[in-house]
């Protein structure tokens, strides 16, 4: 097992170690916030952003095969901003980074850096003193890291299940299939004991620290490999494990990434279209979800959009394969506004930038998103 | 044989722009392993800006020059020699990469189209065959709906997969012309290896995704072993990069370096062609387009296996090693990236100078009768109708064409 060297120590401490005693502090300060008691939030943000889908396989007359829950279902009740410009890095985590900060971000693409001004996130924390437990993220992506907003739960659910394959694959484990219960049972392993590496980052106090909310993870996990129809994606992963935190948690903001279609980086286009399929009906099953609940179809407001699009067919970048260019087709994105914060189902056509996001639903929470560049959406409650 | 990079080439650098170092040291560096269309290119390129007045140079790249003068580039020293992932990212991620991209783009459109106004660089005529597999449901549905509409479809008396072997036989075995060496003569990527003995018996390089399989497991592993961290990346990039490919690779892709180093940075430079058989014959097809220029390219897709449960997350993995589920072919899903692949094969040589309006293109599927041929206006008018032989003469004629 490899070993860490705990604040410059010089006596080397187990993963395992190392996780059991921050599991005991925080456990302990845990107990403390709990007997205050959390107020349930009177409005809350379910925020999905979606990796790169052009306009030609999504809203185009062409496209909107490939996104019919969204087209159909969506859309109509729906403030719809079909012309929303990602004017910065058209990376993953820079985009998200802006989105969240209302702020064009500029930092390493890889995630070891955290945006360079406060996110969504923070200004409810310190606004509202809103807890760690009332801020959750849970993304597809590899290149999300716990950085994207540092002292708020963040659950890597692909990486988790991305580790446990590769763990098996690279025979870092007895186990040696990639069968059903051999994943989940190296799943549950890695989440006990590999805390360090698989990159889901608990930065702060955080009840996922609390032996009960894990223990619901992992029964989630047992669902999901159990399933009906043998669930091969990523993606189905982090639409569950999102479901069980609104679900058991329902806190006042969260943050989905979905990301299958980034097999697109690969050159399989049936499978990017399968992404993009399945993340049309993720989030239409994710609004039915809290349509469901009478308490949260009343105080939610869904956001959905896509990161950007992709590059054109026939540019030196290959295409749909990667989103490097400055290209429309790369960079206009659109965005869809589902929920309380709707004043009037719409669709607007007037050119929005993704930093008017983060002001504009920050405002209808009662926040004041004040070192964001972004405009306010006037078609947006506040 | 190669003439060595010039000396003056080697003072110009310090004229340039300080982003082009370092991509510029390596391609001199690495010299002997580009390929003649390469070499010629970059010779006449380093050529005409050598010869430029000072004014003019001064005035071609000031834009770019004023532009990194805003902004924060990596602390390359003198002896840097290509770009590091974390260089790379820097780039990237500046605000002003977009406006520095425009203004290399400008830069080079005005170099290529002064060095191709120059006319040193020989302009054959040439031939590229996309060829879909067998086994693919061809009616589900239109195939390459663009295309054809700047091209013709043309009948054959039987169905393309039997006209290849004899077609491709003969375009290997063709006399090469005259100011093209032997390896810019025929390329053929494939997934399988029914071309394959084409390169022992001809001057054709054949790159087969099944016949290159340990050197793609070799690299799969590598790669997987990499740390989520830039250091990491880089040091793996590294150790492939030093890896004796001839230990991993058959003859006689073996034993041609220019081939070999081919090889080696294409598993290394990602768009799938590790991952998935047609992203290899799309992303190789266009690499050789655009490095080798070959005379005749010959592009022949496959059918891709299912993706198994839980291993569409983890696709540096080879899915059979470790998934007990039986293998199964993916026909549909095939079509549909086939299609697109192959169309991007065309797009790509429509970006290469040399195949634009010089270029006879075929798509073709291998259980269809009938082909969609693409070409320049001044192309000779097709017949309605072709058997084996005469698509063959056709193609053949059309190489010899003077132009």
Known sequence: ??????????????????????????????????????PRPARRLVLITIGGIRRQESFSQAGVVHVPHLFNDLLPQSLFYPFTANEGVTSHFNTISSILTGVWQHVDDWGSEKPSNPTLFHYLQRQKHASPNQTWVVTSNKQLTANISPGVNVILAKQLMIEAVERIIMGQTSRQQLERQQILAEMTAVLETDYERIGWGVPSTSSFQDPQVKQMFVAA???????ANAPTSGDELTYLT??????????????????????????????????????DELCHRMWQFIQSDPELAATTTLVIMNEFGRDPDGSSTNGFFNHRTDTECCRMAWSMVLGAAVKKPAIVEREIRQVDMAPSIGSWMGLKVDRGSGSGLPEINV | MSEAVPEFAKDLIGRLPRTFGPALKDQFQQWDLLFPAEQRSLRAQLHWLDELPRDRFQTLFAPIIAIEGKMELPDWQPGTVGLSVHDSGLLARSPLYPKWRVEVEKVFTEVDDAVEKSGVLPRPPRFLLCVLPAGVPLTSQPLWPELAKHGAWTKLDVPFGQMLPPLAEALAERKPIAGLEPIESTWVLECETKLSPLAETSTATVLSWAVLAGARREFSSKLNSIRRDLHSVDETNEELRRIDMRKLLSEPVASEPRVREFVRTLLLSGNGSLIFDNSFIQWGSNEALRRVQPQVMLSCFGIRQKIKPFSGSVLFEDQKRSNPTPDQDDPAGSLVDALMLSEYVYLGSERVTPYREHTLTLMAAADLNRVLMLGPKSMPAVPVSFNAAQLTAFTLDWLRSAR
Do not use: C, W
């Open chain 1, 1 to 38: 097992m490899s070993k860490l060297n705990l604040l410059g120590a010089r006596v080397p401490i187990t993963r395992r170690a190392l996780f059991q005693l921050l599991s005991a502090a925080i456990s302990h300060r845990l107990a403390q916030a709990e007997t205050k008691g959390t």
């Open chain 1, 242 to 279: 999102a479901k069980e935190v609104i679900k058991r948690i329902a806190p006042a903001m969260l943050m989905v990434n979905f990301s299958d279609m980034e097999v697109a980086h690969s050159g399989s286009y049936s499978l990017h279209l399968g992404g993009i399929h399945r993340a």
């Open chain 1, 221 to 227: 996990l047992a669902d999901f490999i159990h399933g």
